[in-house]
């Protein structure tokens, strides 16, 4: 009896230790993908804002602050480029809400702690 123990509990042990592990994402993967999830989210809640009759530069300021909130906290805001989020920004606002008024200049107050 305690031999089948032993022998059930050796191969629980070796089955659970060769289970596949995924690979670490880089630094720079983990950044783009901040960096989308940033974009995506100032343009879901500008579209929304629009949506729901807000102007636009009420929009563009609830929008500011909801991005801001959500991400001020994560360690990787530091390494985003806000430029490139911009670009991003302006990209997903014209595929998901065709809102084609608002320019690059009208996201100039958005900015991340510690953005460069």
Do not use: H, W
Not at 38 to 62: M, P, Q, R
């Amino acid at each position: 009896m305690r031999t089948l123990l032993l022998i059930i509990l050796l191969t629980a042990v070796a089955l659970a230790s060769s289970t596949p592990v995924i690979a670490a994402q880089t630094i720079e993967q983990k950044v783009s993908k901040l960096e989308a999830r940033v974009a995506k989210k100032f343009s879901k809640t500008f579209c929304n804002s629009t949506g729901f009759g807000i102007s636009e530069e009420g929009a563009l300021k609830f929008s500011l602050g909801e991005t801001k909130v959500e991400f001020s906290k994560n360690p990787l805001i530091d390494e985003v480029d806000i430029e490139k989020i911009k670009g991003q920004i302006l990209n997903e606002i014209a595929d998901t809400c065709y809102y084609f008024q608002l320019d690059k200049n009208a996201l100039s107050e958005l900015t991340l702690p510690s953005s460069k």
